[in-house]
């Protein structure tokens, strides 16, 4: 007959065991998790380039069953809008002339010259839906580790998405503002500057918080936040957001030099299918790194 004692001791040996296989599966599972992403959409890349070639011979075959004149009438909306687009181009490119000059007249250095290359979203992991995802760009297109992901909001002004955190042989992993690793930093309208730190606040639906902000300088919701160009790899002035909500400090009983916040993201991350991939031309001149 076995002992009550022996047999509660096994029970909880049985129990401990169980829970540290667990443990290691979990953590091991973390660890290698995006290296095996990298690795697994390499090898599926052939597969998974098989929804763009279907949806482009589905777009394809859908311009032949429109009649003359429906095709007519696209076409002049297209030249229409290609006429609009031409006259906003000439009056940046007015504007890029005379930001040239006063360059010139200051002794400023040149700002940064970017290029653009258009991706595809061609893989999401369910479990981290708004962290990251994988896009149709390997090393060979330029794309580099820090790289801005850009994606047209609900109005279709651009929007930051995140960064490239990987690159591998046909694609890239990509970071987004959700990510626990992100950090960035963010211009407000009043002048002053904050960092997203996602991983260092509790999360919160929809929502990315933002911290360092000055208790001195008065914050209003809906405040647009704008990137800094202080990191290498993201250009100036794109928009990440507006300003949801800013904690309240009285002066009178804290001692607080910095206040946080929250920022309601402007691109839109459950629908994500092409995406903007900022490229630098060349490396930034030592005068404008922070």
Same mark, same amino acid.
């Given at each position: 007959?076995?002992? $009550? ?16 296989? !667990? ?5 091991? #599972? ?14 599926? #890349?052939? #597969? ?17 069953? !429109? ?37 010139? %007249?200051?002794?400023?250095?040149? $700002? ?24 149709? %760009? ?43 690793? %992100? ?24 929502? %990315? $918080? ?19 160009? #202080? ?27 910095h206040i946080s916040g929250l920022l309601t993201p402007h691109a839109d991350f459950d629908n994500l299918r092409f995406v903007t991939v900022a490229i630098p031309t060349g490396a930034p001149p030592e005068e404008n790194r922070p």
């Amino acid at each position: 007959m076995k002992e $009550p004692g022996k047999q509660s001791d096994r029970r909880v040996v049985f129990a401990a065991t169980v829970l540290l296989a !667990l443990l290691l599966a979990f953590a091991g #599972y973390r660890a290698l998790r995006r290296s095996a992403g990298l690795l697994l959409g390499d090898f599926f #890349y052939p #597969y998974l380039t098989l929804t763009q070639l279907a949806t482009q011979g589905v777009s394809e075959q859908s311009l032949l069953l !429109l009649s003359r004149t429906e095709l007519a009438a696209k076409a002049e909306a297209l030249m229409a809008e290609n006429r609009t687009l031409a006259v906003r181009s000439r009056e940046a490119g007015t504007l890029a002339e005379e930001n040239a000059e006063l360059r010139r %007249l200051l002794t400023l250095p040149a $700002p940064v010259a970017w290029n653009y290359r258009a991706a595809q979203v061609i893989l999401r992991d369910p479990m981290f839906w708004r962290e990251r995802f994988l896009i149709s %760009l390997d090393a060979d297109s330029g794309v580099t580790p820090g790289a801005a992901v850009i994606a047209a909001g609900p109005d279709g002004v651009p929007a930051l998405v995140g960064i490239v955190s990987r690159v591998g042989r046909r694609n890239a992993e990509v970071d987004t503002l959700f990510a626990s690793s %992100l950090r960035l930093s963010a211009a407000f309208e009043n002048g002053s500057t904050g960092f997203l730190n996602t991983g260092e606040r509790q999360p919160v639906a929809g929502k %990315l $918080p933002v911290g360092h902000l000055p208790v001195n300088v008065k914050f209003t919701p809906g405040e647009t936040a704008l990137t800094t160009g #202080y990191e290498a790899g993201i250009p100036r002035g794109i928009l990440i957001g507006r300003l949801s909500t800013v904690d309240e400090v009285d002066p009178d009983f804290s001692s607080a030099q910095h206040i946080s916040g929250l920022l309601t993201p402007h691109a839109d991350f459950d629908n994500l299918r092409f995406v903007t991939v900022a490229i630098p031309t060349g490396a930034p001149p030592e005068e404008n790194r922070p």
